[in-house]
Structure formats: structure tokens, C-alpha cells
């Protein structure tokens, strides 16, 4: 599932902060390494920038949902109390509320254990209820780790707070602004409409990265493999079918990618999750000055 196209507004003045006084790069990128990582000894070590504790996701969904409860409480003026069966049913008539605030009271109401609450508490129970359902899937250090089954309502929310976090601790490469490169990302993931794309966010590592490396920064599945390397990668991926396709949009992106800053790139693809299903994978991967990974995918899935 592709993420949420929220466009944000893009002047040319912050299109031209992409390329800043460092100038472009000629294509120098060293030859990747052929290891790919498998042994834990030969891989970098990774610092993920995008580590979230779970009030950070909560109040990102908190964020998304307090609007559409007062949206459906607006709608209803006369609903006084939430009770269970009305939560049930808040999607359907005579309430017609988004169906995420129908998901929100029954959790909320199930989280407290009550048969019923006043609707004027229910936006104040948004990020509560969150955290206390988030802060029961933390690792060792207390970041959240989504389970794989379950959660799914904190899907969009958790990745917004991860972006924000990755964005907040990433330093900016030379000449490369990444929040507006991000911004002008969702106006090729918009323009394209591909069913599955993604921003990669930034990851730390101690060293020049193995292959092995790249795909473990970008979750990629093990069907995935290299097809270029420097400028070509740039430019592959921008052509690719499945990816970009030539999107004028990508324009901005390809040249705040050859500042000199960023020190190496890679276009990987790949059409088999390892599941048999064919779909399809396009990967950007840059290494930039300050050893952080980072990224593009847009891909094809039915």
C-alpha cells in the first residue's frame, strides 16, 4: 500500500535550495562492494534515525484523528454518550462517521474497560489510548516495533512520526535540503499514482556500506538486486517503468543527487517478493557525506 499523497506546497525558490553552492559531482562513485553483508561480521554497524518511542506515534495519530472526531461529533449534536453498540456503528447510519473514529471509540472503550463514554472525552482519550496500547510492542530500549499482525489502525501515524523523527536527527548533505527533497518526492509519488512507493529514510552507518548494507537500510526483500551504480543509478531509476517513468517532477530530485555531498548511489530492482507474487521494486539508495543511507522505492503490486 502506497503512502498517503499530502502534498505539500513546493515553491520554485525551495527547488532551486536542492543545489546548492558545492556543485555537481562527476561520476567518481567507487565500485560498490561485491559482499552482500550476509555474515553479521562484514556489515556496518546501522544507527536507524527513525527510532520512535510510542507517545511519538500516538500523538502523530492523535494529530489524524482529533479532526475527524470533531468532524462526527459536529455531525451528531445530539450524541451525548458513546456507549459499545453505538461505537459499533458509528461508520453506518444515521451517524456516518469516518470509519477510523468508528476503530477509535470501540478501542477506547475496550482500553478502559467501560460500557459507555461521554463523546466530549472521546478526542481528550485519543493519545492515551494509544500509548497504552503502542507501549505494549517496544523493543529492549523502548522503541516502538509494530507487530506483524494487529495495529494496523497507528499504520499511517507510525510511519508520519518515524519520518518526522529520521528528518529531525538527519543532518543535510551539502547543498541538499531533505526535507524539501521529501516534499518534492510526493509530487512524483502523486503525479504517478504506483500503488507502492515509499521515502527511505536517512540511516547512520560507521562505514562505506556493503550491498548487504544498502538492501538492510532499505527493508529490501532478498529478490532484490543491483543494476547500476553512480550517475547511472540516478538515471535508471528515473526511467524505470515501474518507478518514476521519466517524471518531470524527478527532475529537482536527480540533480540535488549529483551535488558532490552525496557520495555514492545505487539503483537496485527486483519483480518477486519471494512470495511468488511478482511485484515489482525500484530502489534509490544514495550515501551521503555524513555516512547516512537514504531514499526512494516505487514499485507495482496488484
Known amino acids: 500500500m502506497r503512502s498517503p499523497a499530502r502534498l505539500l506546497a513546493l515553491t520554485g525558490l525551495a527547488l532551486l535550495s536542492f543545489v546548492g ?7 567518481t562513485d567507487e565500485a560498490p562492494s561485491e559482499s552482500l553483508g550476509q555474515d553479521e561480521a562484514e ?17 502523530a495519530y492523535a494529530e489524524e484523528l482529533a479532526p475527524q472526531v470533531s468532524a462526527c461529533l459536529a455531525k451528531n449534536p445530539s ?3 458513546i456507549t459499545t453498540n453505538i461505537a459499533k ?22 482500553e478502559k474497560n467501560v460500557p459507555s463514554l461521554p463523546a466530549s472525552q472521546l478526542a481528550a482519550a485519543i493519545a492515551p489510548y494509544a500509548t497504552a496500547v503502542l507501549a505494549r510492542a517496544v523493543d529492549a530500549d523502548g522503541f516502538y516495533v509494530a507487530p506483524k499482525t494487529g495495529h494496523l489502525d497507528f499504520f499511517y501515524a507510525e510511519k508520519r512520526a518515524r519520518e518526522e523523527k529520521a528528518l529531525s536527527l538527519a543532518k543535510n548533505p551539502a547543498g541538499v535540503d531533505l526535507r524539501a527533497l521529501r516534499a518534492a518526492w510526493r509530487k512524483v509519488e502523486e503525479e504517478r499514482g504506483n ?8 540511516v547512520r552507518v560507521d562505514r562505506d556500506p556493503s550491498l548487504g548494507d544498502v538492501k538492510r537500510a532499505g527493508q529490501m526483500w532478498w529478490g532484490v538486486s543491483q543494476a547500476s551504480w553512480g550517475l ?36 537496485l530492482t527486483g519483480r518477486d517478493s519471494g512470495r511468488g507474487d511478482g511485484w515489482s521494486r525500484n530502489y534509490l539508495v544514495v550515501l551521503d557525506e555524513h555516512q547516512q543511507l537514504w531514499g526512494f522505492q516505487m514499485g507495482y503490486s496488484e
Open 89 to 110: 456503528g458509528l461508520a453506518s447510519r444515521p451517524y456516518a462517521c469516518a470509519w477510523d473514529v468508528q476503530s477509535l471509540a470501540v478501542g477506547v472503550l475496550a
Open 195 to 202: 500503488l507502492d512507493s515509499d521515502w527511505l529514510n536517512p
Open 79 to 81: 450524541l451525548q454518550a
Open 43 to 59: 556489515l556496518a554497524k546501522h544507527v536507524r534515525l527513525d527510532r520512535v518511542k510510542p507517545a511519538e506515534v500516538a500523538a
Open 21 to 27: 553552492a558545492s556543485g555537481c559531482a562527476a561520476d
Open 232 to 267: 547511472a543509478a540516478i538515471a535508471d531509476f528515473h526511467a524505470a517503468d515501474e518507478g518514476p517513468d521519466g517524471s518531470a517532477e524527478f527532475a529537482p530530485i536527480a540533480s540535488a543527487l549529483k551535488q558532490r555531498s552525496i557520495k555514492k548511489r545505487w539503483y
